[in-house]
C-alpha cells in the first residue's frame, strides 16, 4: 500500500463529512468501498494530469495537424522562389546562397518574402488532401534525408521517366499538375551551377591537404555484414544454433512483428477514438488494409474540416500583425542555421582559392 493510499483511507476513516455519509450504511460495505476508492483515488492524484493531457491532445490533434499542414502551401511556394532564384530570374534580399532556403523552410512561418496564402491556394491545398496521395504526417520527411526544399532531388525526379524514381513531394505533384507548371523542368540551374564551382574548389583543395596528413592504411575489401537485414540474421541462427533456439527464435521474432505493427495500431486507435460512427471503405481488401485505409480517410476528412477554422485564424492573425510561431523547435533550427552557414562558406572559401572576392556577389 503507498503513502497516499493510507493518507487517503485515514481522511475517509476519521473526517466528520465521511462518517456522516457513511452511517447511513452496511460497515462492511463501507470498509470495501474505502479499499477500492483509495486507490482509485491515489491512481486519480497520481495520473491524472497526463490521462487530461493526453485527452486534450487527442481532442485538439486534427486542429494541430491542419496548423502544420496550412503551412505546406508556402513550402511549394518558397520552392518556386528557389527554381527562379536558381535560374537568375528574381533576387532576394534575403537569400545569399541557395542553402539559405533550407534555412527557410524550417521557419517558414517567418518568411518574409512569400505573398500570403491566398483563398485560391487554401481551396486548392483542401482538395489536395483528400487525395490519395496525401501525407497526413506532421512533418513528412521526420525520418528522411529529404525535405521541402531539397532541389537537386526534385530536380531529379521530375525529368526522370522512372516513376519509382518521383519522390517529390504529393503536394508539389499535385500543385503542379493543377496548374500546368513545373518549374523543376522548365529552369535552368544558374546559380547552383556557379555554386557547384566554386564549393568544387573548396572540395579539392581539402582533399589534397586531407591526403598529405592521411596515413594509409590497407583497405579492408571483404563485404559488410548486415546482419540488420532478416535474411542474413537468419542464416546466421540456421547456420550455428540448434533447432529449438531457431524455433524460439522465429516464435519471437514473428511475435514482435505482430505486437509492434505500428500502422495499424495508429489506424486502429484512430477508429477507437472516432467521433462518429465510421464505416470501412473496402471490402476487397484484406482486414488489415482495410482498416488502415478507412483510418486514413477519416483522419483526411476531419483535418480538411479543420482546415477551415484554421485558415481564418491565419487570415485574423495575418490581419492583426501577430507573428506565427515556428512549428519547429529552437534546437533544430539552431542546429539549420548553423549548417547553412558552414555550407556557404565553402562558397565563400572557393572564391578566395579563386582570386576573387569572398562574397556571394557572382
Given at each position: 500500500?503507498?503513502?497516499?493510499?493510507?493518507?487517503?483511507?485515514?481522511?475517509?476513516?476519521?473526517?466528520?463529512?465521511?462518517?456522516?455519509?457513511?452511517a447511513?450504511?452496511?460497515?462492511?460495505?463501507?470498509?470495501?468501498?474505502?479499499?477500492?476508492?483509495?486507490?482509485?483515488?491515489a491512481?486519480?492524484?497520481?495520473?491524472?494530469?497526463?490521462?487530461?493531457?493526453?485527452?486534450?491532445?487527442?481532442?485538439?490533434?486534427?486542429?494541430?495537424?491542419?496548423?502544420?499542414?496550412?503551412?505546406?502551401?508556402?513550402?511549394?511556394k518558397?520552392?518556386?522562389?528557389?527554381?527562379?532564384?536558381?535560374?537568375?530570374?528574381i533576387?532576394i534580399?534575403?537569400?545569399?546562397?541557395?542553402?539559405?532556403?533550407?534555412?527557410?523552410?524550417?521557419?517558414?512561418?517567418?518568411?518574409?518574402?512569400?505573398?500570403?496564402?491566398?483563398?485560391?491556394?487554401?481551396?486548392?491545398?483542401?482538395?489536395?488532401?483528400?487525395?490519395?496521395?496525401?501525407?497526413?504526417?506532421?512533418?513528412?520527411?521526420?525520418?528522411?534525408?529529404?525535405?521541402w526544399?531539397?532541389?537537386?532531388?526534385?530536380?531529379?525526379a521530375?525529368?526522370s521517366d522512372?516513376?519509382?524514381?518521383?519522390?517529390?513531394?504529393?503536394?508539389?505533384?499535385?500543385?503542379?499538375?493543377?496548374?500546368?507548371?513545373?518549374?523543376?523542368?522548365?529552369?535552368?540551374?544558374?546559380?547552383?551551377?556557379?555554386?557547384?564551382?566554386?564549393?568544387?574548389?573548396?572540395?579539392?583543395?581539402?582533399?589534397?591537404q586531407?591526403?598529405?596528413?592521411?596515413t594509409?592504411?590497407?583497405?579492408?575489401?571483404?563485404?559488410?555484414?548486415d546482419?540488420?537485414?532478416?535474411?542474413?540474421?537468419?542464416?546466421?541462427?540456421?547456420?550455428?544454433?540448434k533447432?529449438?533456439l531457431?524455433?524460439?527464435?522465429?516464435i519471437?521474432?514473428?511475435?514482435?512483428e505482430?505486437?509492434?505493427?505500428?500502422?495499424?495500431?495508429?489506424?486502429?486507435?484512430?477508429?477507437?477514438?472516432?467521433?462518429?460512427r465510421?464505416?470501412?471503405?473496402s471490402?476487397?481488401?484484406?482486414?488489415?488494409?482495410?482498416?488502415?485505409?478507412?483510418?486514413?480517410?477519416?483522419?483526411?476528412?476531419?483535418?480538411?474540416?479543420?482546415?477551415?477554422?484554421?485558415?481564418?485564424?491565419?487570415?485574423?492573425?495575418?490581419?492583426?500583425?501577430?507573428?506565427?510561431?515556428?512549428?519547429?523547435?529552437?534546437?533544430?533550427?539552431?542546429?539549420?542555421?548553423?549548417?547553412?552557414?558552414?555550407?556557404?562558406?565553402?562558397i565563400?572559401?572557393?572564391?578566395?582559392?579563386?582570386?576573387?572576392?569572398?562574397?556571394?556577389?557572382?
Amino acid at each position: 500500500m503507498s503513502d497516499l493510499e493510507n493518507v487517503i483511507e485515514l481522511e475517509l476513516r476519521t473526517d466528520s463529512k465521511y462518517l456522516t455519509f457513511f452511517a447511513q450504511f452496511n460497515k462492511r460495505s463501507v470498509d470495501d468501498f474505502i479499499n477500492f476508492y483509495k486507490k482509485k483515488k491515489a491512481g486519480w492524484l497520481t495520473h491524472g494530469e497526463t490521462y487530461l493531457e493526453n485527452e486534450q491532445r487527442r481532442v485538439l490533434k486534427y486542429s494541430d495537424l491542419a496548423e502544420q499542414k496550412l503551412w505546406e502551401i508556402q513550402q511549394v511556394k518558397l520552392f518556386d522562389a528557389q527554381c527562379f532564384w536558381r535560374a537568375e530570374q528574381i533576387t532576394i534580399p534575403q537569400i545569399k546562397a541557395s542553402y539559405d532556403f533550407l534555412y527557410w523552410e524550417k521557419v517558414i512561418e517567418h518568411c518574409p518574402f512569400l505573398s500570403p496564402i491566398s483563398e485560391e491556394e487554401f481551396t486548392l491545398y483542401r482538395e489536395y488532401i483528400l487525395t490519395d496521395d496525401a501525407n497526413l504526417k506532421a512533418d513528412p520527411f521526420e525520418y528522411s534525408s529529404l525535405g521541402w526544399q531539397q532541389y537537386n532531388s526534385y530536380k531529379s525526379a521530375c525529368q526522370s521517366d522512372d516513376e519509382a524514381e518521383l519522390e517529390s513531394p504529393g503536394w508539389y505533384l499535385f500543385y503542379n499538375n493543377m496548374r500546368s507548371l513545373n518549374p523543376c523542368l522548365q529552369l535552368p540551374d544558374l546559380r547552383g551551377e556557379k555554386e557547384s564551382f566554386y564549393r568544387s574548389l573548396y572540395l579539392k583543395k581539402r582533399e589534397e591537404q586531407n591526403c598529405e596528413n592521411r596515413t594509409f592504411e590497407e583497405m579492408d575489401t571483404r563485404p559488410y555484414f548486415d546482419y540488420y537485414q532478416g535474411r542474413n540474421f537468419l542464416d546466421f541462427i540456421s547456420r550455428f544454433e540448434k533447432r529449438k533456439l531457431i524455433e524460439y527464435a522465429k516464435i519471437m521474432n514473428y511475435t514482435d512483428e505482430l505486437n509492434h505493427d505500428d500502422e495499424l495500431n495508429e489506424a486502429l486507435s484512430t477508429l477507437k477514438n472516432a467521433e462518429e460512427r465510421v464505416e470501412i471503405e473496402s471490402t476487397n481488401d484484406d482486414w488489415r488494409t482495410a482498416v488502415i485505409k478507412t483510418a486514413n480517410l477519416y483522419m483526411k476528412r476531419k483535418v480538411y474540416i479543420a482546415l477551415e477554422n484554421v485558415y481564418n485564424n491565419y487570415l485574423r492573425w495575418l490581419k492583426l500583425g501577430i507573428a506565427f510561431k515556428p512549428h519547429q523547435d529552437e534546437k533544430r533550427i539552431d542546429e539549420v542555421k548553423s549548417m547553412v552557414n558552414s555550407l556557404s562558406d565553402t562558397i565563400l572559401q572557393g572564391r578566395r582559392l579563386n582570386n576573387e572576392p569572398a562574397d556571394f556577389n557572382f
